[in-house]
């Protein structure tokens, strides 16, 4: 009976991963075109939209919604309660936190809304949200909320220059 009900699931969730390396809550909800890499967790009652990618590593807890068009890059933590909108880049080892007095029962999640682009090891506050198009440059620990439209790095996280500026610096960088 086991091995009938293991084939059934690794026959469902095949076309989304590897079953034998990654697990995937039979209560998530997987969009369509959804990636997952090597050794990924995805917890219950976990929502991701379409065409995602999720990293070798990336431990994605019960409870999270990510939108659409979004790719997490590896080792990435993404505990309860967080929310990631549309169109995000999260950097490989970035950190997300809920939980503002270890080990209480009370969370509270990181929203990140839509067009968001997080740098590789960033780590972010419980509760903090940062605002549409922003960037947090690498290693930031954000401590606070970040504005729509801005780039933020350091420790704590400041505002440094405008998203604008950002993308000029890319594009010239790109040419």
């Not at 169109?87 to 970035?94: K, S």
């Not at 080990?103 to 972010?124: A, T």
């Not at 922003?134 to 704590?156: C, E, L, Q």
């Amino acid at each position: 009976m086991v091995f009938i009900l293991a084939i059934l699931v690794i026959t469902i969730l095949e076309k989304h991963l590897n079953p034998v390396i990654n697990f995937v809550s039979p209560k998530a909800k997987i969009g369509e075109n959804v990636k997952i890499w090597h050794f990924a967790y995805i917890g219950e009652n976990t929502s991701i939209g379409n065409n995602v990618m999720i990293g070798s590593l990336t431990h994605v807890d019960y409870g999270v919604k990510i939108g659409n068009n979004c790719r997490i890059e590896g080792s990435v933590y993404i505990p309860p309660l967080t929310e990631i909108g549309n169109y995000v880049f999260i950097g490989p080892g970035a950190a997300f936190t809920n939980d503002p007095y270890p080990m209480s029962k009370k969370m509270i999640g990181v929203i990140v809304e839509d067009g968001v682009i997080i740098g590789g090891r960033s780590v972010f506050k419980p509760g903090v949200r940062i605002g549409k198009n922003s960037v947090i440059a690498m290693a930031s620990v954000v401590t606070k909320d970040v504005p729509p439209n801005v780039v933020v790095m350091g420790h704590p996280a400041k505002v440094k220059y405008s998203r604008e500026e950002y993308d000029i610096k890319k594009d010239n960088w790109n040419s």
